[in-house]
């Protein structure tokens, strides 16, 4: 019984999706520009490409925003020694 009716839930979600558009909200920030989102609705993930477009979250593009937050997160970090 369940079961049913989370798929119920699952399908008005889906149906207000179509109907409407995704509600995305802010799920992580990879860089300063690069952000990933998430529908509150049917949980659909997008990220920002290259072009600064909405593109489906794959995993192929999900370990590039990994592998590009680690880059960001340890350049931000490093210090920078000024000689006076």
């Given amino acids: 019984m369940k079961k049913t009716t989370i798929q119920h839930g699952k399908k008005v979600s889906s149906f207000f999706c179509n109907l409407f558009g ?13 952000k990933e989102y998430k529908c509150i609705h049917c949980n659909k993930q997008v990220t920002t490409d ?3 477009n909405l593109s489906v979250l794959t995993p192929q593009m999900q370990e590039i925003n990994n592998t590009l937050e680690d880059m960001y ?10 000689v006076a």
């Fill in 50 to 52: 290259v072009s600064g």
């Fill in 73 to 82: 997160q340890k350049r931000k970090n490093r210090t920078v020694q000024h």
């Fill in 22 to 34: 995704h509600h995305y909200v802010v799920s992580r920030n990879v860089t300063q520009h690069i």
